[in-house]
Every structure is written in structure tokens, then in C-alpha cells.
């Protein structure tokens, strides 16, 4: 079975935030950055499809950085067999552009699965997987949560509001993956070590403009100072009064 | 001069709630690029509801049919609205950013060639332009955004765009598509595990903390949830969740969970930062507690200093009463 | 009065020493050098050694295990740092490439009480020219960059917990098991303890290491002196005011009969690291570092320059403060060597310990690649490494002080004035050696009617300590099993010293007993000095310091 899976590196999710001096992204000084949870989601789903069919390939793309090698061997300490980096200074707000340039990778792959992380804990754009989909013409589920392949027909579970959708679909596919379709291994000591041997591709790549702006990032603005409204039971109906009318909350 | 298109979203033939946002958002920017709004409706038939959407803005009603489309198929109802678009000449598209939408949307964008700004909180047309704001990095930052392809597609993040009466004519109207259902298909829906709310997902969360003295005590918070009527999940601070009073499942804040409920109750917890970490985004906090100096007072919107065991009952009883009123 | 030592476990050596090719491990690895402990003795041994093989031609499988989840998260130091160990490193480089924040300009020395700060000449052996404020958590990020250039294999998220012994020769160590639930059975995300085998195993584990420990023991090398300990606890404050000077500072709030002092360096204009550092042996039952510190910024002298200002990062660590008469008489044995804090080597009146743990590595490195080369990686030919420090600066300076830090056994004043001779007279008087005995050992007055009211903290200028916790990064898993041993009967009085001696809030004394919240601890290793025993666990665990 041949997967491919798309990773994307991105800050701890304990980052404080900090604007940088353009006023439009991250500082990034002192950020620790990390393979996107998600995608491990991902990683461990192609490893564990690879050892089901007995055989196959699970090669590891990501778009980002130099530093981005270091997402990848992580990928491949996890037993991923082979990582392309599509090296970039700068990833493109714009989720179309990232998508081109991993389809224009994919294209000729001849992959049976390409898998995704449903979104990346930085942006939260939840697009890239199905967009590429798109563009390859590929069938595609996102937010899975629970997967069965049998012969060339795949079945997926995805959480929609209070309930639970089961899809149908052929191979090849493009997949994105969700919170509880597996539990990511660790990279094991010798799995760390194997990683520096395995083959890691660099690929200069100039992204496009794209279709959205940044204008500016800001901090969310401080909650206001609240108020204590009474003491004991006697308060409560007048704290009622105001999550109703004040608070428009009941 | 240009319109907007308000993609709705069904579930077994009746309108989502959702779809009163996305049409109060597309009012938003209609107004702003000075067009129409049209609302369309992909179903198996005629979509209840879909008709009453004048009242949020909508100056007209598609209702796309066909047979089997009845259940959201992904690439029928992408390349339906997609050709609807190509077609219409539209100055923005606009979903919900549910998870139907969060998976159509990007669908769409890819289909016509243009960007796709997810999951925001605001829009606004500058200088004929559709600019967005969406949260970045777990909310802990804002981004805006100008959306300078067109059509400018948005999904809008559900329970912000709180929908306002902006009534219009809605001229209603059906089509049949052609085409099949496409290559992914719903084999089945099931309902979601019937049980206890998760406290990430609930609207309401009342929380609880050591205040509390006693795992059964926690029956006080079962109950106050229970009278909101279903919407309310019981939450726990790691103190209690660690002395193996509360499942893990429960725990809020540190390697807990991280909610953003619309309510959030928190009862006899002091408010050391990693709870807070984890319920801080939440739209209006309350805090009850016995310790007038406790650090959650600083945090929460409304507090009540006092015995717990005595403000919690009280506080069921007035929920109870709204909630029969 | 409380004894410490009358509630201690004793080291788990059956744990900790496990005879090579003993079931219980997933999995095997063989290197040629191992490594324990990714800190600035552990990768300057590590570099070295790259260097000594590339320049011999020679293959070398060197391998550095370090338990914190990424590099530098588990490191914490003031620190005013000497740069002459980077200089032997990196000959090549200026200084101004070495991971340092700058050079230390302006420095003051304050006798602090209560309200007021009076300004004493800096002692000669604390002056900082040609020294440079750092950050240990860069220094480490860095000089681990340069070992895997080199070709070094780092693994991080792996603790070490466990000695693989051979008769008496060290053979390697066993990792620790990960993803164990609060009872100790496997979680969906098992993973097994790995043994790896190393021709020679480097302790470089740090303060109060454990693996150090049970060597020692085990091989009955005795120090002059037992090692004994101080505690610090620190902050990092982005603060509104500037500072331009490395402040140092005595007396208020500690009490009389107390070792310590603070620091308060800038990391850059506007960002500021300072702590408080207190002997372990102090008298008080109910002293709280972590709670003196709190105290410490009401001080005006701190006050103004916090005021607005935010608290981006706590943390704590123990530091030996032992000194010549604590460092074990061989830091070398049948496939092992001991570097770094592990082995004592750290001056506490000049408050340095960075250059020597470098140092020691860089020696460490030499003598195993010598007999490496030799193929004879035992006690004799690895005792060269003894020998390289033993004839250094390291032990010189150590020499040097030897009795200054056991002058202040005595209490501030005291301490001072024998203190004030020691440096007159270049160490030799009072020379001859100062007895001590372990800070367990030192008995405890319980805490009397007048004792304070315990301080609020105001979540602006103060803190608690689960505040604290939280901002050393530690998102432990809740669920993880406790890797601390305790007797069985704790009495209530016992309890609460602990929780004052705590500066994680890990212990609680609580109406049913002393309540444990491992997955607070950010491995300081107070606990294993005072308390109970602290043992490894799962990789990745405890504080993820930025830049501490």
C-alpha cells in the first residue's frame, strides 16, 4: 500500500503568543515547535494501514521551512519510510496555494491514501486536505474518526453536531484525520536513530500570492472586570436577572 | 454592485439553526457590497423552514433538489454550489463553519480557483473588499484578513453571528439538479452515544472544585445542570479529578480540557491558572465561592460570595423556574 | 523537632542498579559512549568526543539520553556565566557567537531588610567582569544543535532509570517505561524500558542525579563531606521598568540562621530572571523558598521594577553547594564517569557551575577517548579523567572556597565574618576542613504560635505555587503513576514540612494524611534531599522551561 501523508510544523499549543513587530504573525523567538497533533493522527493511521497490507510505503510531505526537516524525521522516527520537504521561508495564508504545490507533488504518486491532520492547531483552517482533493480528483472524507478498508472501498466515521455520519468511498483517496481514529505510537530510541539514515528530499518551492491579505494580528481584548453580585442564596435571583437580560446567555 | 450567496445546511429535510447565522452574516456583506442575498437550500425535496429565511435577510430562496441528495453527499453538493457560483456572479459565498460546512466550503474554494477564510468571527466590507477576523492559535490570537479573490468565500464560526430581523421578500424557488450523488457517499447516520453531555461540546458547563468537600456533593451540580434542561454538562478542576472524586473526562483546564461554553458555572474553585487556562475563552463566567480573595472572582463576569450549599440549590430552583416559564 | 532523614527511604539501589541482561526491557541498543543527561556537562563531553573522533578518523556511536521532552526543558540556572569552557570548546568562535545575552556591565551587591536596601561591596569572589548573563535553556539548545551536527545521536523524552552493572563495571543504563496508568498497568501507548550498552556510561545527570547516587553507593566512594544542598526558585518577568545591572542580594526575608540570597540578572532591558537560593539546611520547619521568594518582590527594590510588569516563567532546582570537600575523592570507575553538578562541581560564592560541568566534559571526553582508543575502557585508564580535573582550575577554585559555603553553617553574620577571612587570606584560614552533616540530618524546629500568616498571593506581583506550575510549562499527564517513594507513616507535622518544602505544591498535609500530586513536580530534587525519594518517569514529564 502506498500513503502518502501531508505534516505541517507548527508552535506548541502551550505557546504564549506574542506579536511580532510587522504587527501581522507570531514572534517567533523562543517558540518550541512541533509536529501538528493532528497529523500524527495521520502518520500513525499510514503506519498502521503499511504493516496491515504487509507491505507498501508511507512517504512524508510537509511544506515549511528548513526547520521542517525536523517535523519530518520525527515522522520518519515514528517509521515513515521516506520525507519530501517542499522548502518555503514563508507557508501562504492562503490554504489554495498550499494545496497546489502538495497536489502538484502528489499528482504522480500513484498513492492509495493521502493523509491529512483535519486542521493545523495553528490556523485552524481545516481546508488544505480537501482542497488538494479537488485538485487531484480525488474522493474525499474529512474529520475521521474511525476507519475500515477492505478491497478497494473504504468506510469512514466523522463526528458531525450530535451524531455520527458513516461514509462510503473508493480508493485512491484523500483522508483527513480526527482526534480518536488512533493512538500515535512514540518514537522509539532505535526508530530516533533509523530516522537520520532514512531519505529526506529537499524541494525549493515559491508559493503564490494567494487570495487573502493580512491586514493585522491582534491580542483578543482582556475580559472586562466582572462583578460580584451579592452574598449567599439572596443573590441569586438577582445574578438570574442578569445572565438573562444583561448577559443574554439564558 | 454585487450579490452574495448564503449556503444553508438541512438535516433530514428541515433547516439548521445555523443557517439563520449564515444568512445574517450574508445580509452583512450584501449590504456592505450593495446586492442581494440568496439563500440556497440543497435537499431531497422542499426544506422545511427554508422559507421563513426572509426574516433574517434573505431576498431570495433557491431550493436545489434531487433525489438523492436528501443526506450531504460531498462532491454533488460541491459541484452544485460551486456551478451555482461560477454561474451567479456572486461578490462572496458564505457557510456555516460546521462540520459539514468546515468540509464543503474548502470544496467549493478549490472548484472555482479562490481562497477560503474559515471559521471567522466577523466580516466587513472596506472599500468594497470583504475583510474577515478569525481566531489563530487557540484563540489566543485575532487575525484579519482581506479577502481579495472572488467570489470572497467565508464559513462563519456558529454562535457569533447572533441572527438579527432584517426582513426581506425571499422570493422563493426550486430546481432539479441533474448529475449523481458522487463518488462518497452517507451510508448511514447515527445518533451521537446517548449519555452525559462532553464538556467541550456542552453550551452550558457548571464546574466543580474541592469547595465541594465530598464526591457526593457533586449530585448539587448534577442537578443544576439537569435544569438546564439537557445543554449542561458537569465539569471538574484537576484537585477534585486527581483525588479520583470526578472521571478524567471531566477535568477542565491543564492537560484536561479546554472549553468555551457559552455559561460557565464555576463552584467552589479558587481559580489557580491551569483551571482558568482551560475555561478562560468561555463568553460569560460565573464563579461561586465561599473566599471573597479566591483568583477566580477576577476572571468571571458575575460572583456570588457565600456557602455553596446553600447558593447552588437556590440557584437550580430560579433555572427551574425559567426554564417552565 | 523533625528529623528529615527519620522519615527517608533509603535509595532504591535494587532499582536502580539492575545486572546486564536482566529481563524487563522491550528493547536493546549498543553505542560506544553513552551519555546521561542532555545539560552543558553532557553535550560539552558529547562535542568533545565528535571532535576527537573526526579527528582521528574514527567512528564513534555516542549517544546522549535526556528526560526532558525536548532539549533545555528540564534545564535551570541564574546564570552568570564564565566563558572560558566555550573558548576551549569552540576555539574557533568569538564570543560574541556563544549563546549568551550579554556581557555583565554594572553589578551591585545589597544587604536587604525589610524596607530598606543597603548597598555592600561586591566580595572578590563574586565580581562578574568578563562574564555574560545567559540562559541556561539557550546555552543547552545551542551546544545540543552543534552535538547532532557533529553527528551526536540526542534522544529526548528518555530518562534513564536504571544502571545495567556487570560485576563492578557499569555496562549502560535502562530507560524508563512510558505510558503506564496512576496504578502502574499499561495505557493503549505502552512503551517497555530500552537497555542500551555503552563501552563507557557518562553520568552527567545534574544536580543530585540519581543514577550518580547509587554509583557512589553502591562502589562506596565517600566524599570528605556528604553533599548538601540549596534549593532556588525563579522567575522570568517581562517587565515595564528596565534593568541594566546584575544584582545580587543578602539577608531580608530570609532568617538569620538561613544560607542564601538572591539574584537579579537582565536577560535583556526589559526582561528580567531572578531567584532566591536557600541552604537546605535550614531551621525552620515551615520555611517556604517558594513562599520567601513571593515575599522577596514586595521588597521595594524589587517592587518598582515588577510593578506592571508579567511573570512569564517559574521554576526550581536544587544545587550542590558541597563544594571541594563534597566532590567524591574519583569521579571515575569501570566504564563510568561522573560530570557536572552529579559530581559536585559547583563554587557557590562566585555562584558558578556552568564552566565547570563544561569543563568536566571536555576532560570526561578526552580520557575516554584515550581509552577508547587503547581499547581499555576501565577504572585505570578512565581515572585520567580524575586526574585532568583533579589538576585543573575546577578543583583549584573549588580548593579555593572550600570552607566558604560551611562558614555559613553558623548563620549570616557569622558566616560573613569567617567568610570575609577565608577570601583575605586566599582560603587559608580558616583552611582546615569544615565537618557537615547532610541536610537531612538537621533537625527542624516545628513552627512556634508567632509564626506568620501565610501570604495571599495577589495573581499580579505574587503567586501560588500551582500559578507557578503552570508557568514552568509542565502539562504532565495527570494519569501518570507517582515516581515518588515515601515510608509508610507520615506524620502530620512531617506532612506539612514537606508541603512548606515543596516549591511545586506537591505534597498537601490534609486532615487524611500527606496527599501527593506528583504530576506537579518539576524535578528540582528537594524532595529527594528532604523528603521522599524521587525516582524517573515516563520521558517528557515535569517542567518545559523556555528560558530558564
Known amino acids: ?81 521516506r520525507g519530501v520537504l517542499l522548502q518555503t521561508e514563508r507557508i501562504p495564508l492562503d490554504g489554495l496555494e498550499v494545496a497546489r504545490l502538495l497536489a502538484a507533488e502528489l499528482r504522480d504518486g500513484g498513492y492509495d491514501l493521502i493523509l491529512f491532520g483535519k486542521m ?123 445572565l438573562r437580560e444583561e448577559a443574554k446567555v439564558l | 454592485m454585487s450579490d452574495v450567496l448564503a449556503v444553508l445546511e438541512q438535516r433530514d429535510g428541515a433547516l439548521r439553526k445555523v443557517s439563520h447565522e449564515v444568512v445574517t452574516g450574508a445580509r452583512r456583506l450584501a449590504d456592505g457590497l450593495g446586492g442581494a442575498v440568496e439563500a440556497l437550500a440543497i435537499g431531497a425535496g422542499a426544506v422545511a423552514g427554508a422559507d421563513a429565511l426572509g426574516r433574517f435577510g434573505a431576498d431570495r430562496v433557491v431550493t436545489l433538489v434531487h433525489p438523492a441528495l436528501g443526506r450531504y453527499a460531498p462532491e454533488a453538493y460541491a459541484r452544485a454550489v460551486a456551478e451555482r457560483a461560477a454561474a451567479g456572479g456572486y461578490g462572496a459565498l458564505v457557510f456555516a463553519a460546521s462540520a459539514t460546512g468546515k468540509d464543503l466550503a474548502p470544496r467549493v474554494a478549490a472548484r472555482l480557483g479562490v481562497a477560503l477564510a474559515q471559521d471567522v468571527t466577523d466580516v466587513a466590507v472596506e472599500a468594497g473588499v470583504v475583510a474577515v477576523v478569525r481566531p489563530v492559535y487557540a484563540g489566543k490570537a485575532l487575525l484579519t484578513l482581506r479577502v481579495t479573490s472572488r467570489p470572497a468565500v ?74 438546564f434542561g439537557g445543554r449542561a454538562a458537569v ?48 463568553k460569560v463566567i460565573v464563579a461561586i465561592n465561599r473566599d471573597k480573595d479566591a483568583p477566580i472572582f477576577k476572571v468571571a463576569d458575575y460572583g456570588i460570595v457565600g456557602d455553596l450549599f446553600e447558593i447552588v440549590p437556590r440557584l437550580t430552583e430560579e433555572i427551574k423556574k425559567l426554564q417552565s416559564a | 523537632m523533625i528529623v528529615p532523614a527519620a522519615y527517608q527511604p533509603p535509595l532504591p539501589l535494587d532499582r536502580l542498579l539492575v545486572p546486564l541482561g536482566a529481563p524487563g526491557a522491550g528493547d536493546r541498543m549498543e553505542l560506544d559512549v553513552l551519555i546521561v543527561g542532555a545539560g552543558p556537562a553532557g553535550l560539552a563531553c558529547a562535542i568533545e568526543l565528535a571532535r576527537l573522533a573526526e579527528r582521528a578518523g574514527r567512528e564513534l556511536a555516542i549517544g546522549v539520553l535526556e528526560k526532558a521532552g525536548a532539549l533545555g526543558e ?86 534513564a532509570a536504571a544502571l545495567l552493572v556487570e560485576g563492578a563495571r557499569v555496562a549502560g543504563v535502562r530507560t524508563a517505561a512510558s505510558g503506564l496508568d496512576r496504578d502502574g498497568r499499561p495505557l493503549a501507548g505502552y512503551a517497555a524500558p530500552t537497555d542500551l550498552t555503552a563501552r563507557v556510561t557518562a553520568l552527567a545527570e545534574g544536580t543530585r542525579g540519581m543514577l550518580a547516587q547509587a ?87 524589587l517592587s518598582r521594577l515588577l510593578a506592571g510588569g508579567e511573570l512569564v516563567e517559574w521554576g526550581a532546582k536544587t544545587i550542590p553547594e558541597g563544594g571541594y570537600y563534597a566532590v567524591p575523592p574519583r569521579r571515575s570507575g569501570d566504564g563510568v564517569v561522573l560530570l557536572g553538578d552529579a559530581a559536585g562541581f559547583v563554587d ?23 581509552a577508547l582508543a587503547a581499547d581499555a575502557p576501565g577504572a585505570a585508564a578512565l581515572a585520567e579523567y580524575d586526574r585532568l580535573v583533579d589538576a585543573s582550575f575546577i578543583m583549584r577554585d573549588l580548593y579555593r572556597t572550600r570552607n566558604m559555603r560551611l562558614a555559613f553553617k553558623g548563620g549570616l553574620y557569622a558566616g560573613a565574618l569567617k567568610a570575609g577571612l577565608m577570601t583575605l587570606t586566599g582560603g587559608r584560614f580558616p583552611g582546615r576542613r569544615i565537618a557537615v552533616e547532610p541536610d537531612a540530618a538537621v533537625p527542624r524546629r516545628p513552627p512556634g504560635p508567632r509564626a506568620a500568616a501565610p501570604l495571599v498571593p495577589d495573581g499580579r506581583l505574587t503567586f501560588s505555587k500551582v500559578d507557578g506550575v503552570f508557568r514552568s510549562g509542565n ?48 524535578d528540582c530534587k528537594a524532595t529527594d534531599v528532604l523528603g521522599p525519594r524521587w525516582t524517573p518517569r515516563e520521558g517528557g514529564s515535569g517542567p518545559r522551561y523556555r528560558r530558564m
Open chain 1, 1 to 81: 500500500m502506498k500513503i502518502a501523508v501531508c505534516v505541517k510544523r507548527v508552535p506548541d499549543s502551550e505557546t504564549r503568543v506574542k506579536i511580532a513587530p510587522d504587527g501581522r504573525s507570531l514572534d517567533e523567538a523562543g517558540v518550541k515547535f512541533i509536529l501538528n497533533p493532528y497529523d500524527e493522527f495521520a502518520v500513525e493511521e499510514a503506519l498502521r494501514r503499511r504493516e496491515t497490507a504487509g507491505a507498501g510505503e508511507v512517504v512524508v510531505i510537509s511544506l515549511g521551512p528548513p526547520q521542517a526537516q525536523e517535523t519530518i524525521r520525527t515522522a520518519l522516527a515514528m517509521g515513515a519510510d
Open chain 1, 120 to 242: 493545523a492547531i495553528d490556523d485552524y483552517n481545516h481546508q488544505v486536505g480537501p482542497m488538494v482533493a479537488e485538485l487531484l480528483d480525488l474522493p474525499c472524507v474529512t474529520g475521521v474518526s474511525r476507519l475500515e478498508i477492505a478491497g478497494g472501498t473504504g468506510t469512514a466515521e466523522r463526528e458531525v453536531e450530535g451524531a455520527v455520519e458513516v461514509m462510503e468511498f473508493p480508493l485512491p483517496a484523500v483522508l483527513t484525520a480526527d482526534k480518536g481514529l488512533n493512538e500515535p505510537r512514540y518514537p522509539a530510541l532505535k526508530g530516533i536513530m533509523a530516522a537520520k539514515k532514512k531519505p529526506l528530499e529537499v524541494k525549493p518551492v515559491s508559493p503564490g500570492a494567494g487570495g487573502l491579505e493580512p491586514v493585522a494580528m491582534t491580542l483578543p481584548p482582556e475580559r472586562q472586570a466582572g462583578r460580584i453580585v451579592g452574598e449567599g442564596p439572596a443573590a441569586v435571583p438577582e445574578l438570574v436577572r442578569l
Open chain 2, 154 to 227: 467565508v464559513s462563519l464560526r456558529p454562535n457569533v453571528f447572533t441572527p438579527v430581523e432584517r426582513p426581506r421578500a425571499a422570493a422563493a424557488a426550486t430546481a432539479a439538479l441533474g448529475g449523481d450523488a458522487g463518488r462518497v457517499a452517507v451510508r448511514e447516520i447515527r445518533a451521537a452515544p446517548a449519555g452525559a453531555l462532553d464538556v467541550a461540546e456542552a453550551p452550558i458547563v457548571v464546574s466543580g472544585g474541592r469547595g465541594l468537600k465530598e464526591p457526593a456533593n457533586f449530585r448539587l451540580l448534577e442537578e443544576l445542570a439537569r435544569a
Open chain 2, 235 to 282: 465539569g471538574a478542576s484537576r484537585a477534585v479529578v486527581d483525588a479520583g472524586w470526578r472521571p478524567h473526562a471531566d477535568q477542565v483546564g491543564q492537560t484536561g480540557k479546554t472549553v468555551s461554553p457559552t455559561l460557565y458555572i464555576a463552584v467552589g474553585i479558587s481559580g489557580a491558572i491551569q483551571h482558568l487556562a482551560g475555561m478562560r475563552t468561555s
Open chain 3, 74 to 159: 528540564h534545564s535551570l540556572s541564574g546564570a552568570v556565566v564564565n566563558p572560558r569552557a566555550f573558548r576551549e570548546l569552540f576555539p574557533g568562535l568569538p564570543d560574541a557567537e556563544f549563546p549568551f545575552r550579554g556581557p555583565v556591565a554594572k553589578e551591585r551587591v545589597y544587604l536587604l531588610t525589610a524596607r530598606r536596601a543597603i548597598a555592600l561591596p561586591t566580595p572578590p569572589t563574586m565580581h562578574n567582569a568578563g562574564n555574560y548573563v545567559a540562559s541556561l535553556c539557550e546555552i543547552v539548545r545551542w551546544l545540543g544543535a552543534r552535538a547532532e551536527a557533529a553527528g551526536v545521536n540526542v534522544f529526548t523524552g528518555f530518562p
Open chain 3, 215 to 301: 554509583w557512589l553507593e553502591w562502589q562506596g566512594v565517600r566524599a570528605a563531606n556528604p553533599q548538601i544542598f540549596a534549593l532556588g526558585v525563579k522567575e522570568i518577568w517581562e517587565t515595564k521598568r528596565p534593568l541594566d545591572a546584575v544584582l545580587h542580594t543578602l539577608g531580608w526575608p530570609l532568617p538569620r540562621d538561613v544560607f542564601g540570597g538572591s539574584f537579579v540578572y537582565p536577560l535583556e532591558r526589559h526582561l528580567v530572571a531572578l531567584g532566591l537560593v536557600v541552604g537546605l539546611d535550614y531551621r525552620d520547619a515551615d520555611l517556604d523558598v517558594h513562599e520567601l521568594l513571593q515575599r522577596l518582590k514586595g521588597h521595594p527594590l
Open chain 3, 348 to 370: 557557590v560564592p562566585s555562584l558558578k557551575g556552568i564552566h565547570y560541568a563544561m569543563q568536566s566534559g571536555i576532560y570526561a571526553a578526552r580520557a575516554i577517548f584515550a
Open chain 3, 475 to 522: 502539562t504532565t499527564r495527570d494519569t501518570i503513576p507517582s515516581h515518588l517513594v515515601t515510608v509508610a507513616d507520615v506524620p502530620p507535622a512531617v506532612a506539612a514540612f514537606y508541603a512548606r518544602m515543596c516549591p511545586a505544591g506537591v505534597y498537601e498535609a490534609t486532615p487524611a494524611g500527606l496527599r501527593i500530586n506528583a504530576p506537579n513536580c518539576v
